[in-house]
């Protein structure tokens, strides 16, 4: 999540500076994991997310300021898998079909 919100953020402000009159709406970022989506917008901390990375108090502050939102997809639904995890063959097939017509 942090890196996905990193280069988003450098992307957009690549654009602003070629075209200073962009303006964005907050960059959706879609990810498979709850926990760690509440970890990003909640505040809250416990004694079991002592050891949550400083990264995340980054993603909590693009999260304040509504520069990213952070949106959960099933892993069933998220492409992104197809090229980090091991998938069964029908899973990956409807996969390789959604990603062959993505731009269709």
């Known amino acids: 999540m942090y890196h996905t919100a990193k280069e988003t ?5 690549l654009l602003k500076e070629i075209c200073s009159e962009l303006v ?4 959706k970022v879609l990810v498979d994991n709850q926990g760690a989506i ?3 917008i909640n505040h ?3 004694e079991r997310s002592k050891h949550i ?4 108090f980054f993603l909590r502050d693009l999260v304040k300021e ?9 892993s069933s639904e ?7 995890k091991h998938m069964s063959k029908k899973t990956l097939q409807t996969f390789k ?6 731009d269709k």
């Open 97 to 102: 079909y959604a990603a062959t017509y993505l």
């Open 44 to 46: 809250v901390t416990s």
């Open 24 to 27: 964005f709406p907050p960059q």
């Open 53 to 56: 990375d400083i990264k995340y």
């Open 9 to 13: 953020l450098w992307i957009n402000n």
């Open 66 to 74: 509504k520069s990213i939102v952070f949106e959960y997809i099933p």
């Open 78 to 84: 998220n492409l992104a898998d197809l090229l980090t």
């Open 38 to 40: 509440l970890i990003a």
